[in-house]
């Protein structure tokens, strides 16, 4: 197969697209596609400043190179989270986030949770008792609190995901099976900050395959952590993008159409019939200062502080 | 001689002359789950896998984060 652009053997193949491409050819066409994206979905402007979620996984290292690559101001955010499961899971990733900040010059705060609530992620989810015996809500809130809270406190424009079109489809899906209308109306590449004090949400990568982004991080030769965290093992999320796949393979591009089809009808307000719930009032967490949807303390701070409760008996 | 192809820790032998898409389907991995390369460079689909290959799978889908 040839690169649709310059004739050369082509690197990657996307079929929803129906597009070929050399590798020299893909690495200007993922940044080119990237702008497009912020423009078109307002994201962020240049002379704001981004905070990019890091894990040391594919999307995020990539969408971090990529924005680097287009002159952004984006600065990382890594946090510790305290998985090991004897592969030290965290900490190398960890040490693949710092080598990328380091080698591409880039500026990376690293936030632990232990050092900063005295437990680490599976602590906490043992203290807590959510999820069924995996740790993957309290890491699901830990990271939406923490990212916020750094968000907010060091006056980034904006927080910035990895988040790319299997993770969006697969989200959507779920939510659809079971159809959760306040949790799908609330699906939005940009989520805009609060008078409340929720930053701004983006996610660039959002129109993008996961198999391009892969893609995208080989090509780019970014060292990114390959394995899969320990406790997504038999996810949901897994099982609903391995399925969204199996379509795939049988009708290309039915992932993109799926959540294409989705902003449009969000946009065009014809989602549901009935006229949509109104936002509900958020509180500020008298512990904390964040945005909760009761007037007492947010479900992160109950957890912290059954966590300190137990430290102490 | 055959061709075989790496995933992850698990080896799938195939035999050399189709094309890799049809290879994936042959050992039940699902083409738009992985990336595939050859002697280190990425490889389209539609290319034919060779006597002797050892073509590696690269997974795509990530569901955690560290």
């Avoid at chain 1, 082509?10 to 070929?20: D, E, G, P, T, Y």
């Avoid at chain 1, 704001?48 to 995020?60: C, T």
């Avoid at chain 2, 002697?39 to 034919?48: L, P």
């Amino acid at each position: 197969m040839k690169c649709r652009k310059c004739g050369n053997k082509a690197s990657i193949h996307m079929r929803q697209h129906k597009l070929a491409l050399c590798k020299e050819h893909y690495l200007d066409w993922i940044p080119e596609q990237t702008e497009r994206f912020i423009k078109k979905y307002q994201m962020f402007a240049r002379d704001e400043k981004i905070l990019v979620a890091v894990s040391g996984g594919k999307d995020s290292l990539s969408l971090w190179d990529i924005l680097a690559r287009l002159g952004y101001q984006a600065d990382g955010l890594y946090l510790a989270l305290g998985i090991d499961e004897g592969i030290n899971y965290s900490h190398e990733s960890q040490r693949l986030s710092q080598k990328f900040a380091d080698e591409h010059n880039l500026k990376l705060h690293v936030v632990d949770i232990e050092k900063e609530y005295g437990k680490n992620i599976p602590q906490l989810a043992v203290i807590s008792h959510r999820g069924d015996g995996r740790p993957c809500a309290v890491c699901g809130l830990a990271k939406r609190h923490e990212m916020n809270r750094i968000a907010r406190d060091l006056g980034y424009d904006a927080l910035a995901t990895g988040h790319n079109l299997d993770d969006e489809a697969a989200v959507l899906f779920g939510n659809t099976l079971n159809w959760l209308s306040e949790y799908i109306l609330r699906q939005s590449p940009v989520l805009p900050a609060s008078s409340d004090g929720l930053s701004r949400k983006v996610k660039p990568l959002c129109r993008f395959y996961e198999r391009e982004m892969t893609a995208y991080a080989i090509l780019r030769g970014i060292e990114y952590i390959y394995e899969e965290c320990p406790f997504a093992t038999g996810s949901q999320a897994i099982l609903y993008k391995e399925t969204l796949n199996q379509l795939e393979t049988a009708r290309p591009g039915a992932k993109l159409t799926f959540f294409l089809n989705f902003l449009e009808a969000k946009k065009s307000g014809n989602l549901f019939v009935e006229k949509n719930v109104e936002m509900q009032r958020l509180h500020s967490c008298p512990r904390c200062g964040q945005p909760t949807s009761a007037p007492e303390l947010c479900s992160f701070c109950r957890m912290i502080q059954k966590a300190e409760t137990i430290s102490t008996m | 001689m055959i061709a075989k192809l790496i995933l992850r820790d698990k080896e799938y032998e195939v035999k050399p002359g189709m094309t890799l898409l049809d290879a994936l389907k042959k050992i039940n991995v699902t083409p738009e789950s992985v990336i595939a390369t050859r002697d280190g460079e990425m490889i389209t689909d539609d290319e034919i896998v060779r006597s002797g290959d050892a073509i590696k799978l690269i997974a795509v889908i990530s569901g955690g984060g560290a």
